[in-house]
C-alpha cells in the first residue's frame, strides 16, 4: 500500500464546477500536510498547507481527518487555468514529504 | 521570496558520462535540501536530503556511489549523476526548506528541475 494514496483521475468538470479531491495517508506520525499544484513538465508548486481545522483561501478549502488519516481539497468555480495535476502531501519530522501519485483534473470550457 | 533555481533546465548525455546538476536558493539560506525524480506519469519520488555541512541521507533503493550529492553552503547543493545510463533519464527536482519563520516553516519550495536525458 502506498504511504500517501489519491484518486490519479482524470477529473473532467465543466467551468464553474465545484470538484473535490481526497487523499489518504497511512503514517499516523505525519505532521504536516499540503496541497501542491504540478503543471506538465514543470515542479511542483505550493498550493496550501492544511490545518486540522480545516482552511480556505479564495476558491480553495482543505480539510484535514487525523482520525481517519484523510485530506480533502475542494475548489469551487473551478477556472479553466486550475487544469493541473494536484499532489497531495504529508510530511513527517525534519520536512520528509511523501507526495502522493496526484490528481489531474482538466477543466472544460 | 523562497526562489530555488535549478540549472541546468534540460542536458541530454552519452550513456557513461557524468551529469551534474546545481541547485540554489536565491533569497534565503536553506539548511536541508531535498532532491526527487520523477518519472512520466508518476509522483515525486524522495532520493535524498542534504543538510548544509554533512553527508546526504539517501533512500532506500537510491545509490549513493551513482547520485553524489554535495550541499558546501546554504544556498547551494548540486547532484551529479555519475555513468549515467538511459534508466537515470529522468525529470530531477530539488528543493529547499528549513528557515523556521513563517511561512517558510515545515515548507518545501522547489526548483524548476532538470529534465535529464542519456542517449
Known amino acids: 500500500r502506498k504511504e500517501v494514496e489519491q484518486d490519479p483521475g482524470p477529473f473532467n468538470v465543466p467551468e464553474g464546477a465545484t470538484v473535490a479531491f481526497n487523499c489518504t495517508y497511512s503514517?499516523?506520525?505525519?505532521?504536516?500536510f499540503f496541497w501542491y499544484r504540478q503543471d506538465c513538465r514543470k515542479e511542483p508548486k505550493l498550493l496550501m498547507s492544511?490545518?486540522?481545522s480545516g482552511n480556505e483561501d479564495g476558491r480553495f478549502t482543505a480539510q484535514l481527518n487525523r482520525a481517519s488519516q484523510y485530506i480533502s481539497l475542494l475548489i469551487r468555480d473551478s477556472k479553466l487555468s486550475d487544469s493541473a495535476t494536484y499532489l497531495c502531501v504529508a510530511g513527517s519530522g525534519t520536512y520528509k514529504y511523501i507526495f502522493g501519485t496526484g490528481t489531474r483534473l482538466k477543466v472544460l470550457a | 521570496g523562497a526562489v530555488v533555481s535549478q540549472h541546468p533546465s534540460w542536458v541530454i548525455c552519452k550513456s557513461g558520462t557524468s551529469v551534474k546538476i546545481e541547485c540554489r536558493s536565491l533569497?534565503?539560506?536553506?539548511?536541508?535540501m531535498f532532491w526527487y525524480r520523477q518519472f512520466p506519469k508518476q509522483s515525486l519520488m524522495l532520493m535524498a536530503t542534504?543538510?548544509?555541512?554533512?553527508?546526504?541521507?539517501?533512500e532506500q533503493g537510491v545509490e549513493k556511489d551513482k547520485f553524489l550529492i554535495n550541499h558546501a553552503s546554504l544556498t547551494l547543493s548540486t547532484l551529479t549523476v555519475t555513468s549515467a545510463h538511459p534508466e537515470d533519464s529522468s525529470f530531477y527536482i530539488c528543493?529547499?526548506?528549513?528557515?523556521?519563520?513563517?511561512?517558510?516553516?515545515?515548507?518545501?519550495?522547489f526548483g524548476p528541475g532538470t529534465r535529464l536525458t542519456v542517449l
Open positions: 533569497d534565503f539560506q536553506a539548511t536541508t
Open positions: 528543493s529547499a526548506g528549513g528557515l523556521a519563520e513563517t511561512p517558510l516553516w515545515d515548507t518545501q519550495y
Open positions: 503514517n499516523s506520525a505525519s505532521q504536516s
Open positions: 492544511v490545518y486540522s
Open positions: 542534504s543538510n548544509e555541512g554533512s553527508k546526504a541521507t539517501y
